[in-house]
């Protein structure tokens, strides 16, 4: 792929989020690697010949000016929803099964809309993610979390994506650029003991999709503030038994109510409205007649 087309494909994929870019942000979700004073050169070529534009640092697709104006307000409406989170996760952080906790989605890039709920990714101990999850869940409801049915969701707490240590790796047929994305762009708010780190090396696909994004974050980038805790989990015949209970109830609770939701050994994706294949294939169409039409 040359270099034109590698700098215009991260403003062509934010583009569908509304979401204008830096020119930092656009080296770093470049899909190959490019210095970022070549990633400099690039765009201004690229403004000069009216393919995008510039406004305020930030740059994006011709005529697309207000998604700037809306990056912005976005921004306001996300400190107040990650000071939410951070009060959470303090509560959270007490359970001791639990080792990660990340914010992801547009509030992970502070693009969330007033009316946009907290995405909240957790990481439990292996062999815990059922009895974890119930604690989570349980305590969500003096936290606000966000229950199926609701019509309000601004500021509740969604708890959409449960993994447990023993399940890091994500299955092939979810290793893709938007997958890519979501975990590249996680902002980390705690970390029991470089966990992060553990999904980065176990997900090594996605320097494929990403290059300059995976090995900064491999390098120990961080976004947000971490809260470390020491505390330990013993391992017992009690938790084990615990588990199998906590498993066994939510199953039969949610038996009615299973739609989109993806449970496997270890791993519960829980997307209400899982969009990921449908900007999958947006993007694949509009890049292609993006540079169709303006013959790069």
Not at 19 to 38: A, F, G, R
Request: net charge positive; glycine share 2%; proline share 2%.
């Amino acid at each position: 792929m040359n270099n034109r087309r590698a700098v215009l494909l991260p403003l062509i994929y934010f583009d569908f989020f509304d979401y204008p870019l830096t020119v930092q942000e656009i080296n770093y979700w470049c899909p190959q690697k490019i210095s970022l004073s070549e990633t400099k050169q690039i765009s201004l070529s690229l403004e000069r010949s009216k393919i995008i534009a510039q406004d305020d640092d930030f740059y994006f697709l011709s005529s697309r000016q207000m998604i700037v104006e809306k990056r912005r307000r976005h921004q306001q409406f996300s400190r107040s929803k990650l000071r939410k989170a951070r009060k959470a996760v303090r509560w959270l952080a007490k359970i001791p099964m639990v080792m990660l906790i990340g914010v992801s989605g547009n509030l992970a890039l502070e693009d969330a809309d007033k009316d946009d709920d907290i995405d909240l990714f957790i990481i439990t101990k292996a062999n815990h993610l059922w009895l974890t999850r119930f604690l989570v869940v349980l305590m969500g409801e003096f936290l606000g979390r966000r229950h199926p049915n609701d019509i309000q969701t601004a500021n509740k707490l969604c708890f959409n994506l449960f993994l447990d240590e023993n399940n890091l790796a994500f299955s092939e047929k979810r290793q893709d650029l938007y997958t890519a994305h979501e975990i590249l762009q996680l902002k980390i708010l705690f970390d029991r003991g470089e966990v992060y780190e553990k999904i980065l090396a176990q997900n090594n696909w996605l320097r494929k999709f990403l290059p300059v994004a995976y090995f900064s974050r491999e390098e120990g980038f961080r976004q947000g503030k971490s809260y470390y805790s020491k505390v330990a989990v013993e391992e017992s015949h009690q938790f084990f038994l615990f588990e199998s209970l906590a498993k066994k109830f939510q199953l039969w609770y949610m038996r009615k109510k299973r739609d989109q939701e993806e449970i496997r050994s270890g791993a519960l994706f829980f997307h209400p409205r899982d969009s990921r294949q449908f900007i999958l294939n947006h993007f694949q169409k509009r890049t292609s007649k993006f540079f169709k039409n303006h013959l790069l």
